[in-house]
């Protein structure tokens, strides 16, 4: 009977087995495909000026809205005979400098609340908490539009304001994890041999939390980016002659119907990227939390 059995079992196990390899497989190439993607974009962003075939603001005229395969122009050219190549070269250093920027403003800021709320507790807690529940009620594009619209479009004002988008969950994470990492017993061990608060927090509580809050970084990541795609593709984010994702995709719109690769092209960088890195953040997250081990 067990060898009945066993021969019965065989060939129920032999699928699922297989189906659980197949997915593996696909999945390790989606992220691998992921990682690529990405190194290539900081590559692209990094050696934009050496890349670029031409000015983002030369013009050629007698090549207006020239289709992709021209010996000139690979991507085709825009309503003013500038190169498309050479403009999303330049809006994809552009658009990950201000996502890049934003992410890290978001990330401390956040963290620093966070880590305060956990150290002195009450009034500054119960107001962490607060700001944080105001943060996460308040429309932020409606808040972006009307912030750049009074005050202007300027970089430096969009990479901070893009800083202030998704602080709070930053703030959550770091308070909960720095209070349970307080709740294990090292830290007040610590503290008793003489080191500070600062150093406390710094040294040992925020080094065994940095997993998790890499990972709620490279999920804020793409948020940014299609954040200042939006606003951009309003008006009222990257202003010319500068160039971004969103302001080709905005610019673009316009002449969907005579000259489309204007917009898809900066479209499709949009899309792969965002789906980059949520493909690597999953990937970071079942490899860096402990809990899903």
Not at 207 to 217: F, G, H, K, Q, R
């Amino acid at each position: 009977m067990s060898s009945v059995n066993t021969m019965n079992e065989r060939p129920s196990a032999g699928p699922a087995t297989g189906l659980v390899a197949y997915v593996r497989r696909n999945v390790a190439l989606s992220v691998s495909l992921g990682i690529l993607w990405l190194a290539g974009m900081v590559l692209v962003a990094a050696l934009a000026d050496q890349l670029r075939p031409y000015g983002i603001t030369d013009m050629d005229l007698s090549s207006r809205l020239a289709a992709p395969g021209a010996t000139k122009h690979w991507l085709g050219t825009d309503e003013l005979g500038r190169d498309v190549l050479s403009r999303l070269i330049q809006s994809i250093r552009v658009s990950l400098v201000i996502a890049f920027g934003a992410t890290i403003i978001s990330a401390v800021f956040g963290t620093a609340l966070g880590l305060a709320a956990a150290q002195f507790r009450g009034f500054v807690e119960h107001l962490v908490l607060a700001l944080a529940d105001f943060q996460a009620a308040l429309p932020f594009l409606i808040m972006s539009l009307a912030v750049l619209a009074f005050f202007g479009s300027s970089m430096v004002l969009l990479v901070c304001l893009m800083g202030f988008y998704g602080w709070e969950r930053y703030a959550r994470i770091a308070r909960g994890l720095a209070i349970s990492a307080g709740a294990q017993g090292y830290a007040a061990s610590v503290v008793q041999l003489g080191a500070t608060p600062a150093r406390v927090y710094l040294r040992h509580i925020l080094p065994n939390v940095a997993s998790t809050l890499i990972v709620s970084m490279t999920l804020t990541f793409p948020e940014i980016i299609l954040m200042e795609s939006g606003l951009s593709f309003l008006g009222l984010g990257v202003q010319p002659p500068e160039t971004s994702l969103g302001n080709m995709v905005g610019f673009g719109r316009e002449y969907l119907t005579r000259a489309p690769w204007i917009m898809l092209a900066p479209a499709a960088v949009i899309m792969l990227t965002t789906l980059s890195i949520s493909l690597v953040g999953d990937w970071l997250r079942d490899r860096l939390d402990p809990t899903l081990r």
